[in-house]
């Protein structure tokens, strides 16, 4: 399953053609070959061939090749770098193309500094040209003793051929996660031959938030050890851990708000240094990276007397519980037990939902591997009651807006006592809070009021629905086509329910009729209406996605229910006054 995670952002999705002329270029071979020894040193082969297909491709985006290593146990080697022009004239990329700079990532970090990447600047690019480069990493055995792999099987561009290929002698053992294609095994001696061969892949969606991690991968590993293995090894903790409440919870964000300004040095999980450096180190050099940082604020927590777990967020895509696949991980988190429900929490950032909710991932502590229910549904329901005044040429307007929700969905998760913003929750003019009430971890509920006023010489008044904030307006889904070919990953299962009662003035008259529009389909369901009483209107908009992950089949459905949602016409009325 291919899995692309819709963000705050905004979501354009839209088809194209998988062929050079309709992309920036086209890969007309990849190849990677990893040959391992039995002290479990390996050696890495890349070859590629590039066909470049736009200005933006060799200006921007392929103009240069990137191969970041780590001197320490790794050394790099060309064997070819040449380009082969449209009119056939072949180019050897001249020596000084050739350049070693520390990647951005390592910069001012301390433990990371060491780190080397390569920069090849390719010559002769135009429109047709083809890049040919071969490289090898000769790589000396993990610290971890154990060798992860994770090779994406899809890129930016279409790729015409993709061939992985493992070398492996019989005495070490050797673990592939199961992919569509089978590979071909070959036996000689004392070692086997794994070679997968992809071809005709189609690019990634243009135009969309996602990220490599969601992207399909072939997981390998060379050796033995599995993800809780790894746990084990590196979380000190204790499970179950002891449950906590609110003045704790507050200790345990004011801690998080502390580790959050120490740096986060964006160490991508490949390039992490085992063993970890200490928490002392992480304290001094006031910087670390994710798992460093999640692994120092464990151990602030236990100094308060809070107990936690390190916990790993993956795709379910590439997540095989029999492999160490570090790099599958997107996040790193410590999760807490408040009140006896987990929360996580994150050395690195303030997040508005509990990350343990997002479906289409898998959840790894030393608790073991657990995935989010789709019974996991947040819930937002508003009643909202608007009063319409007029005297002369002034309209006043006043709101009165009831609203009960899933705690997680009212921002960031806030100390007890800590109020919401009413402009965080509403787009109500001048709207203001009456009362706030946190009803358990779960749930919570508030009153606004807003008051307004209006003046115009026109009979006619447009009056807006305010949006909830915190809801699906909140994840700003604007335009879809009609087709997908991967999955859409929403932030949540969610029910919005929100009701508004409108008194008109005497004399006052809608213009409208009474409405009511359906949809239904197999992840939710939709319901919009109208309802005209005298001097009164009642407007109900109601939305329930029961999955979080909408599949390409269902796609046309999903931009359906969205267009419904987000159509202007059902979001405001008219009124002759």
Not at 393 to 422: C, D, Y
Request: proline share 5%.
């Amino acid at each position: 399953m291919k899995i692309i995670y819709l963000m705050i952002l905004g979501l354009f999705l839209f088809g194209c053609s998988e062929n050079v002329e309709n992309n920036d270029g086209e890969y007309l071979k990849i190849k990677k070959e990893y040959t391992f020894n039995e002290d479990g040193s390996y050696t890495l082969t890349h070859t590629h061939k590039l066909l470049y297909g736009s200005y933006f491709a060799f200006h921007r985006l392929f103009g240069e090749t990137f191969i970041a290593y780590d001197p320490n146990y790794q050394t790099l080697t060309f064997e070819k770098s040449e380009t082969t022009m449209a009119d056939g004239k072949r180019i050897i990329v001249p020596e000084n193309a050739f350049n070693v700079v520390l990647p951005r990532w390592a910069s001012r970090s301390g433990a990371y500094n060491h780190m080397h990447e390569m920069v090849v600047t390719h010559t002769g690019l135009e429109i047709g040209a083809i890049v040919d480069l071969s490289y090898t990493i000769e790589s000396k055995n993990s610290p971890l003793d154990y060798t992860q792999i994770y090779e994406p099987l899809q890129y930016s561009i279409p790729v015409d051929e993709l061939e992985i290929i493992f070398n492996v002698p019989t005495s070490i053992a050797f673990t592939t996660m199961e992919t569509d294609v089978k590979p071909l095994i070959e036996e000689k001696r004392a070692a086997k031959r794994y070679k997968y061969t992809f071809k005709n892949i189609n690019s990634t969606e243009k135009n969309n938030p996602s990220t490599d991690s969601f992207i399909p991968h072939l997981v390998a590993q060379a050796k033995e050890k599995s993800m809780l293995q790894l746990l084990n090894e590196i979380d000190p903790g204790n499970t179950p851990i002891k449950s906590i409440k609110g003045k704790q919870l507050d200790i345990a964000l004011d801690v998080q708000s502390e580790m959050i300004k120490i740096k986060t040095i964006s160490v991508p999980s490949e390039h992490q240094i085992f063993p970890l450096q200490s928490v002392e180190l992480t304290k001094e050099r006031n910087s670390g990276s994710p798992l460093e940082k999640t692994v120092l604020f464990q151990s602030l927590l236990l100094e308060k007397g809070i107990e936690s777990n390190i916990l790993l967020k993956i795709p379910e895509v590439n997540f095989d519980e029999n492999m160490a696949t570090l790099n599958a991980v997107t996040d790193y988190f410590l999760v807490v037990n408040v009140a006896n429900k987990p929360m996580a929490l994150s050395a690195t950032y303030t997040h508005k939902n509990n990350p343990l909710e997002e479906q289409g991932y898998v959840y790894v502590s030393k608790k073991g591997v657990e995935k989010p229910s789709s019974a996991n549904e947040n819930f937002l329901k508003s009643n909202t009651t608007i009063t319409l005044a007029k005297n002369k040429n002034n309209i006043s307007i006043t709101s009165i807006e009831e609203i009960e929700a899933s705690i997680s969905l009212f921002g960031e998760i806030q100390k007890s006592g800590t109020q919401p913003n009413p402009k965080d929750i509403t787009s109500t003019v001048g709207s203001k809070l009456e009362s706030y009430t946190l009803n358990d971890f779960g749930t919570a509920t508030l009153k606004l009021k807003g008051f307004s006023n209006v003046e115009s010489d026109e009979n006619i008044l447009k009056l807006n629905l305010p949006p909830i904030k915190i809801g699906i307006d909140h994840w700003n889904i604007s335009s879809f086509s009609d087709s997908s070919r991967t999955s859409i990953q929403l932030p949540t299962c969610i029910t919005e329910e929100s009701t508004f009662q409108i008194t008109l003035p005497e004399g006052a008259k809608p213009i409208l009729k009474s409405s009511l529009v359906t949809q239904t389909a197999s992840f939710g369901e939709i319901e919009i209406s109208f309802e005209i009483k005298e001097g009164a209107i009642t407007a109900k908009r109601r939305i329930s996605l029961k999955t979080s992950v909408i599949e390409p089949n269902d796609f046309p459905a999903f931009a359906k229910m969205m267009r419904l949602w987000n159509d202007p016409a059902y979001r405001s009325l008219y009124v002759d006054l």
